[in-house]
T-cell receptor, first 114, second 113 residues
C-alpha cells in the first residue's frame, strides 16, 4: 500500500526550540510538497521539490524555515527557532511530475509550540 | 481577492439529497482543478479532478467546470452521512513552474440522517 510517511505525527515543543519534520514520499514519485494548514489560513504551500531540486519556496518564511531533500526518499522541513504562531498541521505530499491527479498527502505532523 | 474562494458553510443537506459545492478561482490561466475531501483530523484525499469545460462523473460525484465563468462545482448525489466532511477545491495555476496546488479554505458539509 503506497503512502507518504511523515514523522513525527505529533510534536509539542517550547518556543525557541528547533523542530525537524521528515517525509518519505511514495516510491517513484519525483515531486514533493510541504503544506501548512491552520484554521485561519487553510492549506498553504510552503515549498516543493522536483527530482530533489527546490522549485518554489516563496510560501516559506525564510528567516526560520528551511526545506531540503537530501535524497529521493527523504524530505525535511526545519523550523529554527520555533514560535507559537508556527503551531499548525504540516502536510507532506508527493506526486509524479506536474500531474496534479497523482498528488497524495501524508497524515501530517501536528505541531504545537508553547 | 483570494485565489480560490469557497463558502465555508456549514452546508447542511438531508440524507439522500444532492449536495452542491461551489468554488471560484481568480487566475484565468488555471489549467487543472481538483476536489479533495478532508475528514476532521485527517489528511486531504483526492476525490475528483477535471481539466476541460463541462461535466465529469465518477460514481455519485460529478465535477463541473466553466472556465469562462472561472467556476468549479462538485455535486454529490444520494448524499450519505459518511460524506460529512470538509471539501477543498484546488487549482494548479498557469505555468512558470508554479504547479503546486492552491487550495480554497474548504466547505464544511453536513449530511443529516
Amino acid at each position: 500500500d503506497a503512502r507518504v510517511t511523515q514523522t513525527p505525527r505529533h510534536k509539542v515543543t517550547e518556543m525557541g526550540q528547533e523542530v525537524t519534520m521528515r517525509c518519505q514520499p511514495i516510491l517513484g514519485h519525483n515531486t514533493v510538497f510541504w503544506y501548512r494548514q491552520t484554521m485561519m489560513q487553510g492549506l498553504e504551500l510552503l515549498a516543493y521539490f522536483r527530482n530533489r531540486a527546490p522549485l518554489d519556496d516563496s510560501g516559506m518564511p525564510k528567516d526560520r524555515f528551511s526545506a531540503e531533500m537530501p535524497d529521493a526518499t527523504l524530505a525535511t522541513l526545519k523550523i529554527q527557532p520555533s514560535e507559537p504562531r508556527d503551531s499548525a498541521v504540516y502536510f507532506c505530499a508527493s506526486g509524479l511530475g506536474s500531474s496534479g491527479n497523482t498528488i497524495y498527502f501524508g497524515e501530517g505532523s501536528w505541531l504545537t509550540v508553547v | 481577492q483570494k485565489e480560490v474562494e469557497q463558502n465555508s458553510g456549514p452546508l447542511s443537506v438531508p440524507e439522500g439529497a444532492i449536495a452542491s459545492l461551489n468554488c471560484t478561482y481568480s487566475d484565468r490561466g488555471s489549467q487543472s482543478f481538483f476536489w479533495y475531501r478532508q475528514y476532521s483530523g485527517k489528511s486531504p484525499e483526492l476525490i475528483m479532478f477535471i481539466y476541460s469545460n463541462g461535466d465529469k462523473e465518477d460514481g455519485r460525484f460529478t465535477a463541473q467546470l466553466n472556465k469562462a465563468s472561472q467556476y468549479v462545482s462538485l455535486l454529490i448525489r444520494d448524499s450519505q452521512p459518511s460524506d460529512s466532511a470538509t471539501y477543498l477545491c484546488a487549482v494548479i495555476r498557469s505555468g512558470g513552474g508554479a504547479d503546486g496546488l492552491t487550495f480554497g479554505k474548504g466547505t464544511h458539509l453536513i449530511i443529516q440522517p
